[in-house]
Structures are given as C-alpha cells and as structure tokens.
C-alpha cells in the first residue's frame, strides 16, 4: 500500500463556554454552536460541507465529461423523529440530499447523481 499524504486538517476547541467552539481550517477560523445557539451549530456546518462537496464533485465530473452544466443547486436537509429519546450522540432518523440543475437534460442529471453516490 502506498504511503498516505495528508488531503486535510481541521480543528476545534474549547471557548470555555459548554455548546461553542472555536474552528480552524488552514488560516480561516469561525465560531459553531450547539443546536440553539447564536452561531451557525455543527450540524449546520456538517451538512453544509456535504452540499459542498457535492456541487464541487459533480462540476468536476461534468467538466471532465464535456457536460454542460451551467448551475447547481444542492441542499440537504437532515430529519429526526421528535417522539425518539435523543441520546448523547447525535443520530438522524432521514438525511435528504436535493441536487437542482441547470444545463444539462433530467438523464445527464440522473447520471450525475449517481456517479457521486458511487463515490
């Protein structure tokens, strides 16, 4: 097996405050909160990586492809069940992603998609 090379790191540390920490990704830094809090919560900051990265995977297949994809749109949006006791670990009973784009016909879109999950 090949010798790894580090792709990323990331941090974060106590303020002193229980529900908030201080983030860090190369020289950028940014608050995150518990659910309720003032700042963006680790949720939010989780799944906004995950729509990131998708918008980011899927422009780079279909560049690769010669696909004209002019936009795209994805959100995800995480559920749980309100009658569940919620435990000290964080679980979601449905995570949804929606991918919205333009440029391209609904089975280019579909392949897109798909191609990105097997990822």
Not at 15 to 25: F, K
Not at 27 to 35: K, M, P, Q, R, Y
Not at 76 to 104: C, I, N, S
């Amino acid at each position: 097996m090949a010798e790894l090379s580090l792709a990323y790191k990331s941090r974060s540390y106590s303020t002193g405050s229980v529900g908030r920490a201080i983030c860090n990704a190369r020289n950028h830094h940014w608050v995150a909160d518990d659910a309720g809090g003032e700042e963006v919560g680790a949720g939010e900051l989780f799944f906004a990586g995950i729509a990131a990265c998708a918008v980011n995977m899927v422009e780079r297949m279909a560049k690769q492809d010669s696909i004209a994809l002019n936009w795209m749109d994805v959100s995800v949006e995480a559920y749980r069940d309100p009658e569940k006791e919620q435990g000290a670990v964080t679980l979601y009973d449905d995570v949804r992603v929606h991918f919205e784009m333009w440029g391209v016909d609904e089975d280019e879109a579909h392949n897109l998609i798909e191609l990105w999950k097997s990822r």
